[in-house]
DNA sequence: TAGATTGTTAATCGATTAACAATC
DNA sequence: TAGATTGTTAATCGATTAACAATC
């Protein structure tokens, strides 16, 4: 195990995408066990409440450390937060929403959004109809202004709420601003240099896919 | 390969789900393709336009028959319509949505369901406050008559844009009055019998993944 | 101590990628 | 026919599941 030179960073195993999906139900699980006042769980109860099995949840937080005490199990409290720091959820993350329709308006005052500190604090289009209005105490700002406000306002997220013909402009002008992370809901794959990640969100996706099963289960059944 | 009685149907290899998702971008790229005049492509082309192997294009299309001719291609507005077949977007899919908050109403006015032949027939709700309003013409229904209506409207897909703590009622109510699909938006995972497929949209869960990656290429950055 | 439960290693399963014979 | 490109088989990769030694 000789660590080539120019490696300075052991390069940790690479955690798959679907543990981190899960970390987020294990997080909701825990709040609410600790809410009606459990302190300490096993992997075994996870399994019952969040429906993923003890083994997986195992080997999920395995990428992360060791969080439990053999024959004892996890405290929730402390589980908790190391989940929530793991996922950066303990510090107050700002981004941008592109896109002030129905879907983007929607999103802006999504329940929960806040309680995981994510915060949305700025809001573009480009219909000049809607510059100016206000969603949620916020003024849609026109959307060429994109990188100026960015500049002071350092978001590092995007979410892409507008029609697909638009997804990549608006990518690429928050990428040229600095952000690297963004949450795409137009139906259109992003083309994005390397180091920025993209996450895709495609409502008619979903549906074409219980579509196909609907008829796979009527076969079944039939 | 000696078929037991019992098997009366000779189990087809089963379709993997992201088959299933890539699917429904062929069909994008395709109809963008056709509009633009091309009559004919490649694998190499779907892999140009849309961003997947052309190798894994080959693979997802074999677990439905032979599309293509050796030598020359794929003809576009063929393959348009046999995977839309397959995907069972060719014909009228009715479906229910309950919960007409913010993200319900945002919902049924998405553009692109009626181009993909979904319709959303009826619109559910418990907020005595919006019972009776209208929504894209549809009257917002109290919860309580989902079964009653669905006896008529015999929809077996079924929307849940509700808060996590009415999530697993309104499945419930949809899989009694005979839903087969759901689409779950609520932030909690559902309990549901044999037969009944659930796909879970979580805008949180997609945030919570994003906020992971940027520390990581933070790190890998500095 | 004995019983319980962890973290980890090994075995299994499934999806993606690569290679190529068949064929237009 | 020769060149191109398919559909499929085999090889690779990665994630899940099972098993168990370590340990509270």
Known sequence: MVQTPTEDTAALPKVPTPTLERLTTYLRCLVDLGASGVRTISSAQIEEHAGVSAAQFRKDLSYFGE???????????????????????????????VGAGNLG??????????EHKFHIVALFDTDPEKIGKRVLGMDIIEFSRLGEINEVLQARIAILAVPAS???????????????ALLNFAPTPLKVPAGVVVRHVSFLQELAVLSYHLTETEKRGQ
Chains 1, 2 share one sequence.
């Open 67 to 97: 969080f439990g005490k053999p024959g004892v199990g996890y405290q929730v409290g402390e589980l908790e937060n190391r989940i929530a720091r793991i996922l950066q959820l303990h510090k107050l993350q700002p981004i941008l929403l």
């Open 166 to 180: 638009a997804a990549q402009a608006a990518a690429d002008s928050a990428i040229q601003s600095g952000v690297r």
């Open 105 to 114: 308006s929607a999103l802006a005052s999504y329940p929960g959004l806040e």
